[in-house]
């Protein structure tokens, strides 16, 4: 009988199917991996079962008898039938027996018997466990988060006033005083560049050209004061190779899956998000400066208040 069980385990691991002539069948029924809620994935199992209807020999058992103890075919069907007598005849007079890992039989009355299986696992499903995979966007923010981008959007928008209002008293100033004030000019420029850390629409203003400041003798005479009165700055367009910093929040490949991340960050207060397109990537990012001290700056501000962003870099292009 033993002899028995281990052919049909060993046949099992390749066959759905092994058929023990006047016994009945064991059969596996394989359940492939699928998913179980959003990012949950069940590893594929095997359920084992007993048809008693399955008698027919099918000529796999006795195969296996044959190939592996090198003996005929007339043989090894005696040794499956001496085999099968011994499992009836204990569930006669012991009322159940155990098939060791395929499971045990019971009887239950005098011409009924019940299957009961132990957990079956085929060789290549041997290791797999269930997986969880954290999803790459949040497609609907928690309440609290939302609370809190309201909150942070509130806050750019009061900083941004602030700083357009010393911007514009410091603007005054050189306006009434053009050229003397060389150190004003340059005050004026780093608080600028500081409302950056605020907002996007001055870093906007700023981005396409830089002023640069010089000393001008101013002639003695009245119409030369008032032919140079006007003459402030001059405006240099910056190249258009110049590098530029971005703040990219993620990589994508679906287009969809991008908008969606542009959509998140527009209202989270980033209303210059958008989309870097390379070769099979897209990438998102949330803003971009002009130097690597801005860029790095404005990173850590964002993982401070963004915590879901948290995996933000900056990109040179």
């Not at 060791?100 to 797999?128: C, W």
């Not at 900083?159 to 053009?178: D, W």
Request: proline share 5%.
């Amino acid at each position: 009988m033993n002899q028995l069980i281990s052919h049909i385990e060993f046949l099992l691991h390749t066959h759905n199917c092994v058929i023990v002539p006047s016994l009945g069948g064991f059969v596996v029924n394989t359940m492939p991996a699928r998913r179980n809620g959003l990012s949950v994935f069940d590893s594929p199992t095997c359920e084992l079962v007993f048809n008693r209807e399955l008698t027919h020999n099918d000529g796999l058992l006795v195969e296996s008898y044959m190939r592996t103890d090198g003996i005929s075919f007339e043989n090894a069907t005696q040794k499956i039938d001496d085999s099968v007598r011994q499992i009836k005849n204990l569930l006669r007079t012991e009322k159940s027996v155990d098939l060791g890992d395929l499971g045990s039989f019971t009887m239950i009355g005098n011409q009924r018997f019940a299957y009961q299986p132990k957990p079956f696992v085929r060789p290549e499903h041997f290791g797999l466990y269930n997986a969880s995979l954290k999803p790459i966007l949040q497609m609907q923010p928690t309440p609290q988060l939302v609370e809190t981008a309201r909150s942070n959007k509130k806050s750019i928008i009061r900083k941004v006033s602030i700083g357009a209002a010393a911007a514009a008293v410091i603007a005054a100033i050189m306006f009434i005083f053009p050229i003397q004030d060389s150190t004003l000019r340059h005050q004026t420029a780093q608080i600028l560049s500081e409302t950056g850390l605020f907002g996007h629409k001055v870093e906007k203003t700023t981005e396409n050209t830089t002023i640069v400041s010089s000393e001008i003798a101013l002639p003695e005479t009245p119409d030369a004061i008032e032919k140079y009165s006007n003459t402030q700055t001059e405006v240099i367009a910056l190249p258009s190779d110049a590098p530029r910093f971005y703040i990219v929040t993620g990589v994508y490949e679906v287009r969809k899956v991008a908008d969606d991340m542009i959509a998140l960050l527009q209202s989270e207060g980033f209303s210059t998000a958008s989309t870097i397109e390379r070769s099979n990537r897209i990438d998102v990012y949330a803003s971009h400066f002009s130097t690597r001290e801005e860029a790095e700056l404005n990173l850590r501000k964002l993982k401070q208040d963004f915590p879901n962003h948290k995996d933000a870099w900056v990109l040179k292009r």
